[in-house]
């Protein structure tokens, strides 16, 4: 691998171009000095916060420790390292130190002292290795967590004894996740273990040629796996797109403070990736809800890109992650166009091709039942199916399967074992609209179909057309020729009300602030049933899905009644 311009300049710093001065050695990496015989470790590197926020550091402040609708209340003197965690999931964003984040964007000396006190406490009994909380992505969490708000919340203990412990813990963590580091869960976790290794190496001089080149190198690799050509992550998900921004951005800020330039592979990167990241934002700034995320936290997503200076306008599509956008005057859709993600990052992925979520200026319409990581494990399962997405199901059932029992589901739990591995799209934008063609083949396998789908959209974006319909390919024998049931589903947001038609063709959807929109069918009969919404919060929220049910024969063409369904969503005049 050709070596980076930073593990240059570490190269000649500690080889040949070390200038004396008195009893230091200053190297030409600004803000690096180091003592001959001794070093001071850990000098501060600014970092910038912009996951933390200050209501939620002060539940901590006063002894409660609350995540996914837990509480763990310990007092404002309480210790929570010898007491049990409420479930697995509170323990390990407790052990992760993810609300690190919250108490040291607070910016007081008392929120301060109480991460300081909260970390003396947990090394004092976890320092030296636990099972559990050494595990590897918990282990890069945390030590993402440390070194991020070090300088802002850990650096100002003068105490040497406490000082020096938290520093020695530290690097014996960086240590173990060095050594480890191919144990660690692929996709982000490893890219945040890779990066942590390289913050060890520019928060602590000495061990920069072993930490930072080393760090550094393992970045570029995950980099070149996980950030596809138009930005997007390998897992076709959103938020972590936002996650992989951030990570890469911190690295960048520890970078230029110590007079260094990162690889043209992290420049590339984060390049792609601020671009990316409002590829996949609706109109209120959230994210959207597909392959295991969701809305996120919009004020964390607005100051990254604000500090990123993200200025252009988002792209149409995502060619390589496998997304279409179409943004006409407020109106925003976003369809997942893409194939199921390659193994091993398939461990959120969703089975829902073709699934699409509407958003107006007066908030959202359309949407996937999402997901996001403060909900409970139980229902995980069930977001990942097709059901869980406004798309077609054909047979009852769903575009493929998860891995579920034998040892493959012991040794790749929450894998997909078959996806759809071909999705054709095609789009022509005119000055009346867009128009999109879209089909996959997640169903061949099951029923001899394809699912087929058309979307127009006109310039106001007050008129989405669509059709839906399945098919056998050209040239491909049908399986048989009996009639196959199908359900196409629109998930509405929480906060839309619909009522259904007298004709059970038609239905009125309304959005906040009154605005109305009809949504037709000549398919049907159309019923609106019960639906949940996980895109945000700590608890499912019951909404409502639109369903338009049929039979299709599985010798169709895809253009007779019963194969195929048209559909209207169009906006209503107000009332004046």
């Known amino acids: 691998m050709q070596r980076l311009p930073i593990s240059k300049v570490i190269e000649t710093t500690l080889t040949r171009s070390m200038q004396k001065v008195g009893d230091e050695v200053l190297s030409p ?224 800020q520890a970078l230029e403070q110590r007079g260094a330039e990162g690889s043209p592979s992290i420049n590339r990167a984060l390049e792609r990736l601020r671009h990316v990241v409002p590829f996949f934002q609706m109109p209120d700034k959230g994210l959207t809800g597909f392959n295991g995320g969701g809305r996120g936290d919009i004020n964390y997503i607005d100051q990254l890109l604000r500090f990123s200076k993200t200025s252009a306008s988002p792209f149409t599509y995502c060619p390589h992650t496998g997304y279409q956008r179409i943004h006409q005057n407020g109106t925003v859709i976003l369809i997942d166009t893409g194939e199921t993600s390659p193994f091993p990052f398939d461990q959120e992925a969703h089975l829902a091709p073709l699934s699409i979520e509407v958003a107006t200026q007066a908030g959202r319409l359309i949407v996937n039942c999402g997901w996001n990581d403060e909900q409970a494990v139980s229902w995980r399962p069930a977001m990942r199916v097709t059901a869980a997405h406004s798309t077609l199901c054909l047979n009852n059932s769903t575009t493929g399967s998860l891995v579920k029992t034998g040892l493959k589901a012991k040794l790749f739990p929450m894998h997909i074992e078959q996806g759809v591995e071909k999705v054709d799209v095609s789009r022509r934008e005119q000055s009346e609209g867009v128009w999109l063609e879209m089909s996959h083949n997640g169903y061949l396998p099951t029923t001899g179909l394809v699912h087929r789908r058309r979307l127009y959209v006109n310039d106001s974006g007050q008129d989405i057309r669509g059709e839906d319909s399945v098919l056998v390919p050209v040239g491909t024998p049908p399986q048989s020729r009996n009639a196959i049931p199908f359900d196409i589903r629109f998930h509405l947001h929480p906060s839309v009300k619909a009522t259904l038609a007298q004709d059970l063709h038609s239905a009125l959807l309304i959005q906040p602030g009154q605005v109305g929109w009809r949504f037709r069918t000549d398919g049907g009969p159309m019923r609106i049933e019960e639906s949940v919404y996980l895109a945000e919060g700590d608890r499912p929220v019951k909404s409502e899905q639109i369903v338009i049910s049929g039979s299709a024969f599985a010798d169709g063409d895809g253009e007779s009644k019963s194969n195929r369904v048209r559909w209207s969503i169009r906006r209503l005049e107000a009332r004046t």
């Open 29 to 252: 990496i600004r803000g690096i000095r180091m003592r001959t015989g001794s070093v001071v470790p850990f000098e501060n590197i600014p970092i910038r916060n912009f996951r933390g926020r200050p209501d939620r550091g002060q539940p901590i402040l006063d002894g409660h420790f609350i995540y996914a609708g837990q509480n763990l209340d310990v007092g404002r003197q309480g210790d929570p390292w010898p007491l049990p965690a409420p479930s697995e999931k509170f323990a390990f964003w407790l052990h992760s130190f993810d609300w690190l984040w919250d108490l040291s964007i607070r910016g007081e000396k008392g929120a301060s002292l109480k991460a300081r006190t909260l970390i003396d406490q947990w090394i004092t009994i976890y320092g030296n290795w636990n099972a559990y909380s050494w595990e590897n992505d918990i282990l890069a969490n945390r030590l993402y967590a440390w070194l991020c708000n070090w300088s802002s919340s850990l650096s100002q203990d003068r105490i040497e004894h406490t000082g020096h412990a938290r520093r020695q813990s530290t690097m014996r963590q960086v240590k173990k996740l060095r050594q480890t580091f191919k144990q660690t869960p692929d996709g982000v976790p490893k890219l945040k273990a890779a990066t942590v290794i390289a913050l060890a190496g520019l928060f602590h001089p000495e061990k920069a040629y072993d930490y930072l080149n080393r760090g550094l190198d393992l970045l570029d690799e995950q980099i070149h796996l996980q950030i596809l050509p138009d930005g997007g992550h390998v897992s076709r998900c959103p938020e972590q797109c936002v996650e992989a921004l951030a990570i890469l951005t911190a690295l960048d």
